[in-house]
């Protein structure tokens, strides 16, 4: 085995210079120079790197280290963090994806957001089963084994939990864009088309809404339009090509593109068809939207185009003044992205971001804006504008016609003030 | 906390059967009925599930279980593998990405290949430093942060090793695509391009090769073009979103598109720019092609087009008669690719393969054939045509030109065989 000394105890030292090093030792040496500076003759040692963790001087472990991969220990704060008071319970709550460390469109499966009803349901595969049944010519139970002999699809799809951003309708409340808007991820599935199913059960003429079941504690079930179902709705079981993780809805869960994640029913064992909507809970004293006059508006399936900064954000404030990146995710339930905007002075002036990365229908895509800061006070907003022409506006309209009352569909743009300092938080312009 | 008892004493009972079950209890009937079948009255149980798991009965864990979410202990053979035999040392050594178990386009990153030439190295990114220096203007010395505050790109881009399938040259060794092919991963990183840095320094005019060296204790160095260099080679820091894993090179490696993996430092420290290639071991008593005469072929950098059928597979046997689906990856270093074939009966027939997903520039494309299977014996092959109108060659036709005294760079044409009970095996066809 590795004869490295364990991590934790690594060997340091002080480094003692330069001098006589030859190529291979420049490397160490150029831990002494100035940073994107001349390395020019006796450079003065940066006093912040005068011990340094030599790796390259001890033989590291060999590959049979672990059985499956995991970041870093020095990235140990990348993970998605619950909050205990947000619910009665962890087995009825969320945790949050690290948005503000993240890049790219792909979030990895490790740190995807999770929302429970009754905890994480644990499914033997082999025993799972998914049935079809209601106005059907022929009901049926499918194995695992059953729905992966079928025709697959490949598709990358954003999942946004209805309540996103909800604890932001009354004020800036949560001081970190992983709080505000990390009930988030964007994953390729892989699965069947649930057309696919619904043709070998034979839909019958008077069905209109089919009933999705999860395999939980709580048996989560919502409606869902028959029309919807035909579309583009698929049965997945796995997730950036491995299977789903039991968080995630193992082995089995509804993938319901543009439409709020309380739909994309996990641990999926039955689907009924019927001739109107079920009025579940889920769907009646929860996931409607609390209108001004106290009536409850229900169905509101799609998830409006949004945005956010996630750096510089409140967990990842400015460090240096001169050249910087500005990064973002945007999405519309509607389709593709068409273009994102961002302020840098409250809304007053905007400039159009640069998205880089595949532009795909309902997918996060990922927005840069290089800019150079000299340590002014900055108020970051961004704006999605999508194929359809619909702007995201700012939480002032959204309140005029919505109220305070709301929980779900808070798509308003989003402000984050950074201070001289580099420190960075969550505030509202009035 | 959680009532359920622990998973691996699950409460397991006889069904009893499903009369009086309401909607709500048809799920587990469901569990009783032929599958793909009529649930029609009185089914006869299926003996294999008599005993049912019933997670619904219990509140699952919540959402503070884990701080980094990893798959189901179902899954825990889709894994990387390493074979103990073929290195002196697990620290000079190999593993391979469960490829039979995949599906999609992205690799997951706990599950990507690691080949390590002095083990891994572990790395304080607030430590690491990248130097560029030699034929340039202004030598320079860059932290972490100084390359996250340039310019950003996210490209998807498969990563093959030259040695995958080496071990095949001489014929069929292997009994699974994992081994013969598993050396191969397609994730999206996220960095800065090479050229945006080496423009900081300045090239000089005279300079035409560039040296890359990793942080490791084997100071793993390769030269490169530096054409290709200012052509598409990034500097990651990131994959499929998060920091690279340290196996893969955290917290900076170099991505040289389409070219043979060795050329991707990981752990990248330094960049120096030359006039002339280094020549060093690994590009001379390693990574070159010993050809029929005895003589080495150097500086083969492409990875020409190649596929493999993953699912039938040695680790992946048939296990139905009726509806099957045939699904395998296919790449090329020289662009996207165009078109895949795939036989049935060892190279007489062939079928156009649907390919499913994005097809981008020097990635992985993923390819289906859905068919029926009787029972029949079955020799799989498939074969990958890119833009350029390359044809991916028989193992035959490779040998007449390159003999078998090589190691790398064999994209020849893979064979299985499945037997009437669906046992799958690799073979060779004279």
Same mark, same amino acid.
């Given at each position: 085995m590795s004869e490295k000394p364990k991590s934790d105890v690594l060997d340091r030292r002080r480094f003692l210079g330069a001098a006589g090093l030859g190529a291979a030792g420049l490397a160490g040496a150029g831990a002494m120079l100035p940073s994107l500076a001349k390395a020019g003759p006796a450079p003065t040692p940066d006093p912040a790197i005068t011990e340094i963790q030599d790796w390259n001087r001890y033989l590291g472990d060999g590959v049979d280290r672990r059985p499956y991969g995991v970041p870093s220990k020095f990235e140990k704060d990348v993970i998605r963090r619950d909050v205990s008071w947000l619910t009665a319970s962890p087995e009825s709550s969320v945790n949050f994806t690290p948005l503000h460390a993240l890049d790219g469109i792909i979030t990895p499966s490790g740190v995807c957001f999770e929302r429970h009803h009754g905890g994480i349901a644990e499914i033997d595969p082999a025993q799972h089963r998914l049935m079809i049944h209601g106005l059907v010519d022929t009901p049926l139970v499918f194995t695992m084994d059953d729905i992966k002999r079928m025709p697959r699809i490949n598709k990358i799809y954003f999942l946004e939990c209805a309540a996103n951003s909800g604890m932001e309708w009354r004020g800036a409340q949560l001081n970190g864009c992983q709080f505000t808007h990390g009930m988030i991820h964007n994953v390729m599935y892989t699965g069947v088309t649930l057309k696919t199913l619904l043709e070998q059960a034979g839909v019958k003429s008077n069905a209109k809404w089919l009933l999705l079941e999860g395999a939980d504690s709580a048996g989560m079930d919502r409606s869902l339009p028959l029309e919807k179902a035909l579309d583009d709705v698929m049965i997945a079981?796995?997730?950036? =090509?491995?299977?789903?993780?039991?968080?995630? &809805?193992?082995?089995?869960?509804?993938?319901?593109?543009?439409?709020? #994640?309380?739909?994309?029913?996990?641990?999926?064992?039955?689907?009924?068809?019927?001739? !109107?909507?079920?009025? +579940?809970?889920?769907?009646? *004293?929860?996931?409607?939207?609390?209108?001004?006059? =106290?009536?409850?508006?229900?169905? +509101?399936?799609?998830? /409006?185009?949004? $945005?956010? %900064?996630? $750096?510089? $954000?409140?967990?990842?404030?400015?460090?240096?003044?001169?050249?910087?990146?500005?990064? #973002?995710?945007?999405?519309?339930?509607? &389709?593709?992205?068409?273009?994102?905007?961002?302020?840098? /002075? &409250? #809304?007053?002036?905007?400039?159009?971001?640069? %998205? /880089? =990365?595949?532009?795909?229908?309902? *997918? %996060?895509?990922?927005?840069?804006?290089?800019?150079?800061?000299?340590?002014?006070?900055? !108020?970051?907003?961004?704006?999605?504008? /999508?194929?359809? =022409?619909?702007?995201?506006? +700012?939480?002032?309209?959204?309140?005029k016609i919505r109220g305070v009352n709301s929980v779900y569909h808070n798509n308003g743009i989003q402000t984050w003030l950074v201070h001289p300092d580099g420190v960075t938080e969550n505030v509202e312009i009035a």
């Open positions: 079981y796995a997730m950036n =090509g491995e299977a789903l993780r039991p968080e995630n &809805g193992y082995p089995l869960r509804a993938v319901i593109p543009g439409w709020q #994640g309380n739909l994309w029913v996990k641990w999926l064992r039955r689907i009924e068809v019927g001739d !109107m909507p079920w009025q +579940t809970r889920e769907e009646t *004293s929860k996931y409607t939207d609390l209108m001004p006059d =106290g009536r409850a508006r229900k169905y +509101t399936f799609v998830m /409006d185009a949004k $945005s956010v %900064i996630t $750096s510089p $954000s409140p967990q990842a404030p400015l460090k240096h003044k001169g050249r910087n990146v500005l990064t #973002g995710i945007a999405w519309s339930g509607r &389709g593709t992205v068409k273009r994102v905007d961002v302020s840098m /002075d &409250g #809304g007053r002036n905007w400039v159009e971001a640069r %998205i /880089d =990365g595949p532009v795909l229908n309902k *997918s %996060i895509v990922r927005f840069y804006v290089d800019f150079d800061w000299n340590g002014e006070e900055l !108020m970051l907003q961004s704006r999605a504008i /999508d194929e359809t =022409g619909y702007v995201q506006p +700012t939480k002032a309209e959204l309140r």
